[in-house]
Nanobody, 121 residues
């Protein structure tokens, strides 16, 4: 019914930049918060950045000043601009969205399939 598709991952050298995109497709009533998480090998999935439908964004301390999250509600999309990338940013990045399928239903978390980001030293 709902699918989140990420794109924009890849291989980049330390200090470089990447821009991740996520588009929610399908039929749904609306989207509340959207965000990006990442999971490195052997580590827990962690929040990178999130933005509610309205209000302030929040970032993991490790990416503050380097990453910027934004969204386009008309396109049901969320983006993550990643600058000054570090090897420790290497991970699979997952798009997350809290989506309400129907007006008569509560919302639920949905996840994308993930996109690999690799930062070489």
């Amino acid at each position: 019914q709902v699918q989140l598709v990420e794109s924009g991952g890849g291989l980049v050298q330390a200090g470089g930049s990447l821009r991740l995109s996520c588009v929610a497709s399908g039929t749904f009533f609306g989207i509340n918060a959207m965000g990006w998480y990442r999971q490195a090998p052997g580590k827990q999935r962690e929040l990178v950045a999130a933005v509610p439908a309205s209000g302030t964004t929040n970032y993991a301390d490790s990416v503050k000043g380097r990453f910027a999250i934004s969204r386009d509600n008309a396109k049901n999309s969320v983006y993550l601009q990643m600058n000054s990338l570090l090897p420790e940013d290497t991970a699979v990045y997952y798009c997350n969205a809290f989506i309400r399928l129907r007006a008569s239903m509560r919302g639920y978390d949905y996840w994308g399939q993930g996109t690999q980001v690799t930062v070489s030293a």
